[in-house]
Nanobody
Framework: QVQLVESGGGLVQAGGSLRLSCAVS????????IGWFRQAPGKERDFVAA????????YYADSMKGRFTISRDNAENTVYLQMNSLKPEDTAVYYC????????????????WGQGTQVAVSA
């Protein structure tokens, strides 16, 4: 059974930073990928970033490169999303997700989801 819990969202001024956390509980089986997605009101859920827990390979949506960084702690029980230079258009609910075996940028290919954490960026 996989459990994901997001935290760290809140209200921030444009140009500021936030670090989101995803606490992960996984079976003792390797090769999971953890991803971050976001969904703004009235819009589709979009890929943000992903990381392989074993390989440590990282993947980013083109629009996030240079501002957002995904990482994991050494114990492999928390995945972070560092968000810098935030813009009002970054306002969304941010979700972490998990899947086994390989990375995908399509949210429909991910099996496990957290409840989300709200990020609001004011001008």
């Amino acid at each position: 059974q996989v459990q994901l819990v997001e935290s760290g969202g809140g209200l921030v001024q444009a140009g500021g930073s936030l670090r989101l956390s995803c606490a992960v509980s996984l079976p003792p089986i390797s090769s999971y990928f953890i991803g971050w997605f976001r969904q703004a009101p009235g819009k589709e859920r979009d890929f943000v970033a992903a990381i392989g827990l074993i390989s440590r390979s990282t993947y980013y949506a083109d629009s996030m490169k240079g501002r957002f960084t995904i990482s994991r702690d050494n114990a492999e029980n928390t995945v972070y999303l560092q968000m810098n230079s935030l813009k009002p258009e970054d306002t969304a609910v941010y979700y972490c997700a998990a899947r086994l075996g390989y990375y995908s940028g399509n949210h429909r290919n991910w099996n496990y989801w957290g409840q989300g954490t709200q990020v609001a960026v004011s001008a």
